[in-house]
């Protein structure tokens, strides 16, 4: 109907300049129209005096103005100026997705089906007619094919920056007029890259697209993402947050799983709410040290059209080392005894402890030399800085000096480690902290205005209860259950002594509250990140309660100090440290190794030899050497290809030469993983945002199967290749005809109807 009324297809329109081919100036066209109007409303208004009211005048003035510009424009012979690709002297790549998710059959008809139909019936044989059409199947590249009919939707990736890419580079050897594209959009990549479409809009190329599938299936869960920690210490539980999107299943209950190897983990039942997205968290224990590779994901729920999108894997490097805690005690306290007590059985946590018996006599327990600690709190950033964590009881923050208090805020900040504080007689306000650089990392302000704070030591019996955030916390889960969790720590002793504290500060999490019968709660336990590390608040020296007055089987308050310090320690970084930002490559080989070296004081290394043995899945090992960024000093990098499927094994080892003499630094170990066949499962609908988007960004247009047929036309509006301005008339369109009549046959209406004719 469009081509039908205005002669041309839209796309001529929205890329084509209106132009005047008359002799005339289009400043005469102005002026003929406003003199006209002037004369047709000084007739007007003669015959108003007689039987028009004004509001009737000025409609049939407003009808005769807008027939008399209109006759007048098409008397100046307007035309559209566009650029068009000249017959037979171009190319039209043609590129034909036949990745797995085209083998989809939507409406008992594959979408490589449809695609294949399309190019058959309606594209090629009105291209062919005009251009040269050379034809590529896309897959993870594009490859010249002879006909459409060979491809079968078998290629495990959808790359379509990378497959533009390659087009784009054959534009310099010959005249690409413009690209179609095939596809459901399923790109793998993450999107189309700004330097692929910045290349084509430099070339001028349009990337016209078809978009195949549905938007998205009537009945489908699909995990979106999982977000879980890369390294844990060996029979930690640790805590997934599992993405989903889904659709036709609001209300519905589903499972969601963790398995390893096909053993069930971990499992937990959801109710899958009426908003398209929702995220959730699953726990769950990592094992025995070593790399573990984790399915988590949705049990198939009846009726699915897609259950392959269900689950993803991630993996977890569950660490061998022992971590070290080194805990400063200022007094002899049950809290103490219990807190080295709880971490005996730990095969993860070794307690190095010092506690004060008398003003200049220190007990120490746990050293692994007779020389360790002898000369009381680490003086040196290096003797502080060799263990993973710190926990500083009630102590008064006078017997440190000015520099271990600077020092105890850069082990959190600038070595990684971390630090807990715990309440005390001496401990927090009451031991005079709010005035040290110690404060500035704590998660909790202090409680009142008042400079010095007031003292906030209470040893009346308060009651624990868990916040929202802390019943989804792995420090507080002392019962694999969420719900039986809960009501656990219902059931917990009272603490008979806390330190009431202020208000948490901003990117801190409050896990637990204590509160006396019929007072406002404050913060128990309060976590946050500090620079490179974590901090912790324990507001209580009571918790040995939770053992004494249980069953002497229970384990609730072992388990809990053995997951808090787990949490303290964890991530607590060595002097090598290697990441990569996908652990687990879905049909990808290209693996950026990113390696951060520092010294015993952790500053860092700019000037290290850092080296990476790959060991592949087939057992066979490589080595790789990796260079310095000129950006981030102590930062190495360098990208690995994983030819294979399989999970891979990285050791980094770094040394440094001095005076010629090598020093080792560390080591650290990675590992992940290549899987192909995966990501054409995930987002197996249409993306027809990323189509669109891709069209607009490049000058070409979106279209659907029924609509392709006015590409063959379109295609031609472009400014790449061998093209030539066209000059088409406009002045005869039927649209314009038929305004003519309208206008002319409104007017006479309206005067026979008010009796003027």
Partial sequence: MFEFLFKYPPAIFAKGKLVMLAPWPVWLYAVLVLLAAAGLY??????????????RSLA?????????????????HPAISVARLRPQQNVIAVLIDHSRSMGIADDGKTRLAQAQETLDKQLLPELSKKFQVRLYGLGRDAVRIDQPQALAADDNATRIG??????????????????????????????????????LRQLHVPVHTVGYGPDHFDRDIEVVDVAAPARALAQSRVTARVA?????????????????????????????????????????SVGEAGAHSFQIGITPLAGEQNTQNNSVVRLVNVGRKKMRVLYMEGEPRWEYKFIRRALEDDPSIEIVSMLRTTQNKIYRQGIATPGELE???PAKAEELFKYDGLIIGSVEASYFSNDQQRMIRDFADKRGGGVLFL?????????????????EMMPLKFAGDKTPPEKSWSRNFADVTLTEAGRDNPICQIEDDRAKNAERWKKMPQVANYAAMGAPKPGAVVLMNVAEPGHRPTPLLTIQNYGRGRVGLFATAGSWRWKMLQDHNDRSHATYWSQLLRWLVTETPGEVISST?????????????????????FEPVSDAAVQATITRPDGNAEVMELKPDPLEPGTYTGDYTAEKAGTYVAE????????????????????????????????????????????????????????????????????????????????????LFLLVILIRGGEWILRRKWGVV
């Fill in 42 to 55: 000084r007739n007007i208004m003669r015959e108003r005096k007689t039987v028009l009211s004004n509001a």
């Fill in 162 to 199: 990378d497959s533009l890419k390659h087009i784009a580079a054959e534009a310099g050897t010959m005249p690409l007029g413009a690209v179609v594209l095939l596809s459901d959009g399923g790109d793998n990549t993450g999107g189309i890259d700004r330097d692929t479409i910045s290349q």
């Fill in 244 to 284: 989903i999107r889904q659709h036709g299943y609001a209300g519905q209950k589903a499972t969601l799983t963790v398995r390893e190897n096909g053993k069930l983990i971990s499992g937990q039942t959801l109710e899958l709410r009426p908003d398209a997205e929702q995220s959730e968290s699953v726990m769950f």
């Fill in 60 to 76: 049939i003035w407003l009808a005769q103005t807008a027939l008399l510009a209109l006759l007048l424009f098409m008397l100046w």
């Fill in 423 to 439: 309440a005390g007689r001496f401990a927090l306000a009451d031991g005079g902290y709010a005035a040290t650089p110690m404060a």
């Fill in 581 to 601: 930002p996908h652990q687990v490559l879905s049909d990808d080989m290209h693996v950026p190794l990113r390696v951060n070296v520092r010294d015993r004081n």
């Fill in 375 to 377: 000369a009381g709190f």
């Fill in 652 to 735: 980094t080892a770094a040394h440094q030469t001095l005076n010629g003499a090598k020093t080792e630094l560390g080591s650290d170990t990675l590992t992940f993983r290549r899987e192909d066949g995966v990501a054409e499962n995930f987002g197996a609908a249409q993306n027809k945002d990323l189509l669109e988007k891709l069209a607009g960004d490049t000058g070409g247009n979106y279209y659907t199967p029924s609509t392709a047929k006015r590409l063959a036309e379109e295609v031609a509006v472009s400014e790449a290749g061998i093209t030539g301005h066209d000059n088409l008339d406009i002045w005869d369109m039927p649209v």
